[in-house]
């Protein structure tokens, strides 16, 4: 692979890398403590996770979900209200679940069949859906109380007995990464069979040992702080899901189709409104369940949460290359750049940078991620 | 001493890794018809835009003299200056203004103070309109108007910026035979006026009708020009000189091996405009395929073939359809496309850009869209599998690509076909419906998409083949049917038909109306 290639294909990965180690300087390490590091995901799970559905959205052609951090809250403030009366935590989580969904339903079906603006109609449920969480609310800050809730997002995975360093993270890094290279190298086979090759098997093969690599780095200091949180557990069910969904299951070409041509994707007997439907359904679903993590670990629920929570997430896909006119982007672009959006954030508050430029750095990286794309493609395209 | 008004010298344009012109020269004499032929992919449009400025002074090499005068040209607005206006393939007209609007766009006539003279701007769109025949008031939208009449706003547009060299890159390829020579014959009346126009064409008979010359550019080089002063040409010369080889058959040959066995039937069917719900866009049409049979659906633009089509293929145009359609024998009520794909149905668009191929996405992707059950289990895509089979249909179409991973937008027109063809094929359809299969792609590629049609009915598949060029039709098909506004109008067996036939066919069903 020639070096400018190689430059174009990992620009974000390389963007993270450089952050990462410029945050990690201008902090003196502090970036790297296992505690920082541990919390740099649970603080942004909701990112994580919500920019898996938003990218669902955007590639059906750049469209975007603004209600989700309304669906946050009214998700959270529906589990809150309902552990406060004494409902088990079963229950409010079902509760609140089936309300994101009912949401979903919803506003897939005035999207995908009734064919109205995805731009207005989530508008819409922002206000909609902030106003019940707030009558539910009662305008009231609500405390999250129930144990077995909050254990259930918000514990880590520690052996009986043991206190740390609580190497059984260690373990559980090491066996996911032999795994991951088994894998690969099943994968490898079956290429050879086919006699198509994507790429150079070396190359792939090194690839995996990286990711391995960080993989083991990171569970290192997981095990030097509290072991695994549930959280982490949470949060890579549905990015595993949702990159398998989008880059291996046929539903989830349909996606790229429609965002790419939604004329020729419906002569080709694909059922656009489906997609649509689809796309904003797992939104709200996700917002939903995003709640929950919120509200348990913030451990308190009031009207306002969840505010802009839905721009993180857009912000997120843009920066890790989903196009701005649909059809092209991936579940794990978007993690970096969620990740991303992630150290800028938690490098500027532990170097002490003050709220109001936060906004501008923040503005500044999301519109140069853009504009770097716009440009690369726009060049690759003419010649 | 012939009078050039353009002469350009050793043009030579690099891309990274590509020359797509070496060492060019093109002169035009003033006040002739020159035509600029050549295969997909050969260098013309490259050519012109060097030309028009597109591609500034300094990305190429070579001399532009116009007029006696050498020029370097910075952009589309120096060229212009001198009067030489290029008109693109693809329109650059907007739907939601007027025709005088578009006709002054980038050039409107303003006051100083930058104030638009709308008074002004309407009774010279008038003006412009009536040198063109064009009757529509000025005031009226572009998206109003017919492709046919859109192409004559373009050209009064450029009339307005006083062309003295007008260039057209393919002003036919979206217009019928009749649209297309009443745009010939105004070129030929305007160059009595002394207009000197470059045409940029794949079609050779209008060639033949309007150039005086004949330039014929071959990968990225100018190979020879001809005469054409009694406007006679043989178009099997033109065509040597284009591929460097004799085509001694422009239509494959094909053993004639209809069944009997009905494989699809129309009965009775009617549709109307999905908007103007009370205007008819099909009317009474029955007709039926057999195995191993071609058969061509002729007719002007809007004659309603495409509209018939599309709604055949599982109502995906128009509404209040009714009408009885059977696939082998049995009635089908098809209620979506993907009901009439499970039933063995293709439709492959006339428009492959618009609705036919997601240009971003790679071949290998586009290839499958429309049976995508045969390259997973459980809704699991088989990703070896998938570029497995996307580079059989690379090899079998003759597809030029480095790798199926090539987004389809980066190919040529041809080779966009073929992968839109290899879509639809893939769907394994017993009956597969081509509108306009051929449009805008060259000689050798036309070759060999008659050639995998050809397979296709050998294989006991049946093809209906819609097309607005009638030599492809008389050179292809078993049956032709004939439409007129909606009605079908005449049939045809291969024997039958000739050009004059379906002509009149069609216009003494016009006189009736």
């Known amino acids: 692979m020639k070096v400018s290639t190689f430059l174009k294909k990992y620009t974000m990965i390389l963007a993270l890398v450089i952050v990462f180690i410029f945050f990690t300087v201008l902090t003196n390490g502090k970036l790297l403590y296992a505690q920082n590091v541990s919390n740099l995901l649970l603080q942004n799970a909701y990112v994580l996770i919500m920019a898996c559905g938003m990218l669902l959205c955007i590639l059906t052609g750049g469209n975007v979900d603004l209600s989700v951090g309304s669906t946050l809250c009214l998700s959270a403030a ?114 050879k069979k086919s006699g198509y090759m994507n790429s150079s098997p070396v190359g792939q093969i090194v690839k995996t040992l990286i990711i391995d690599a960080v993989i083991i780095a990171y569970t290192v200091l997981l095990s030097q702080y509290k072991g695994i949180p549930v959280m982490l557990i949470w949060i890579l069910v549905v990015v595993v899901i949702f990159a398998f969904l989008t880059s291996s299951t046929v539903f989830g070409r349909y996606f790229y189709a429609v965002g790419g041509n939604e004329k020729a994707t419906k002569l080709s007997g694909i059922d656009p409104r489906k997609v649509y439907f689809v796309a904003y359904f797992l939104m709200s679903f996700l917002a939903g369940f995003s709640g929950l993590l919120v509200g348990a670990r913030i451990g308190s629920v009031d009207g306002n949460m969840g505010n802009s929570y839905e721009m993180d997430a857009i912000a997120s896909c843009f920066i890790g290359g989903a196009s701005a006119y649909g059809g092209s982007g991936t579940v794990p672009g978007v993690m970096v750049g969620a990740i991303l959006l992630g150290v800028i954030n938690q490098g500027m508050s532990i170097y002490g940078l003050p709220d109001q430029w936060q906004y501008v750095v923040k503005g500044g990286v999301l519109l140069a991620a853009v504009v770097f794309d716009v440009v690369s493609n726009h060049k690759t395209g003419k010649s | 001493m012939a009078d050039y008004i353009l002469e350009m010298k050793s043009i030579t344009k690099l891309y990274p890794g590509v020359k797509a012109l070496d060492n060019v020269n093109l002169q035009v004499e003033r006040g002739e018809i020159h035509a600029l032929v050549g295969e997909n992919g050969a260098g013309k449009s490259t050519l012109m835009n060097v030309l028009s400025g597109t591609i500034p002074h300094g990305e190429y090499t070579g001399d532009i003299v116009y007029n006696g005068q050498e020029c370097q040209f910075h952009n589309i607005h120096d060229s212009e200056k001198l009067g030489i206006v290029i008109i693109h393939q693809e329109l650059a007209l907007i739907p939601e203004l007027t025709i005088a609007e578009n006709m002054f766009l980038g050039n409107e006539r303003k006051n100083s103070f930058g104030k638009i003279n709308w008074n002004e701007t309407y009774k010279q769109a008038s003006e412009q309109m009536k040198r063109v025949g064009l009757k529509e008031s000025s005031n009226v939208l572009i998206k109003d108007i017919g492709t046919g009449k859109q192409q004559l706003v373009e050209i009064a547009k450029a009339l307005s910026k006083n062309v003295k060299l007008l ?165 089908v009520h098809l209620k979506n496309e993907h009901d009439a794909i499970e039933h063995g149905l293709a439709y492959a668009t006339e428009d492959r850009k618009v ?159």
């Open chain 1, 78 to 191: 529906l589990s809150a209200k309902l552990l406060s009366i004494g409902v088990p935590a079963g229950v409010a989580i079902l509760v609140s679940l089936l309300v994101a969904a009912v949401i979903g339903v919803w506003q897939g079906w005035l999207i995908g069949y009734v064919h109205i603006p995805p731009f207005i109609c989530t508008l819409a449920g922002m206000f909609l859906f902030r106003g019940f969480a707030r009558v539910i609310l009662s305008s009231k800050t609500i405390a999250v109380m129930n144990e077995s809730f909050l254990n259930l997002f918000t514990s880590y995975i520690q052996p009986e007995g043991s206190e740390g360093p609580y190497n059984s993270a260690i373990v559980v890094g090491v066996i996911i990464a032999v795994c991951l290279l088994v894998f690969k190298f099943y994968s490898i086979g079956k290429q």
């Open chain 2, 167 to 331: 260039i057209l890159d393919e002003p036919t390829s979206s217009l019928n035979e009749e649209d297309s020579k009443m745009l010939l014959d105004m070129l030929l009346g305007f160059k009595k006026e002394g207009l000197t126009s470059i045409i940029i064409t794949h079609k050779l008979n209008e060639v033949a009708y309007c150039a005086d010359r004949i330039t014929v550019v071959r990968d990225g080089s100018t190979i020879e020009t001809m005469e054409n002063p009694n406007h006679d040409i043989d178009e099997e010369r033109i065509i040597k000189g284009m591929v460097g080889r004799e085509l001694t058959d422009r239509y494959p040959a094909r053993e004639h091996k209809i069944g009997k066995e009905v494989l699809f039937q129309v009965k009775n069917w009617e549709v109307y405009h999905p908007v103007y719900t009370e205007k008819c866009m099909a009317k009474n049409i029955s007709f039926e395929v057999h195995k191993g049979e071609v058969v061509g659906f002729s007719g002007l633009q809007g004659a309603g073939r495409t509209e018939l089509m599309m709604s055949l293929f599982g109502k995906s145009y128009g509404t209040k359809i009714s009408g009885q359609e059977f696939i082998n024998g049995q009635e």
């Open chain 2, 355 to 513: 609705n036919g191929l997601v240009l971003e996405d790679s071949i290998a992707w586009n290839t499958t869209m429309a049976k995508m059950s045969k390259i997973s289990k459980r809704g699991i895509i088989d990703v070896n599998k998938e570029n497995k089979v996307a580079n059989e249909y690379v090899a079998a179409m003759k597809t030029k690509t480095p790798s199926v991973q090539q987004a389809v937008g980066n190919l040529s027109g041809g080779n966009q076909q073929k992968v839109l063809l290899s879509k639809w094929m893939f769907a394994e359809p017993d009956v597969l419906i081509l509108d306009e299969p051929t449009r805008g792609i060259d000689v050798g590629a036309k070759y060999e998409i008659y050639g995998i049609i050809n397979d296709m009915v050998a294989q006991g598949k049946a093809v209906i083949m819609v097309s607005s060029e009638l030599p492809e039709l008389l050179g292809m098909c078993d049956n032709i049917y004939v439409m007129n506004e909606g009605r079908l109008v005449g049939t045809f067996t291969a024997e039958d038909a000739t050009q004059e036939k379906i002509m009149s066919a069609i216009l003494s069903s016009k006189d009736k109306a």
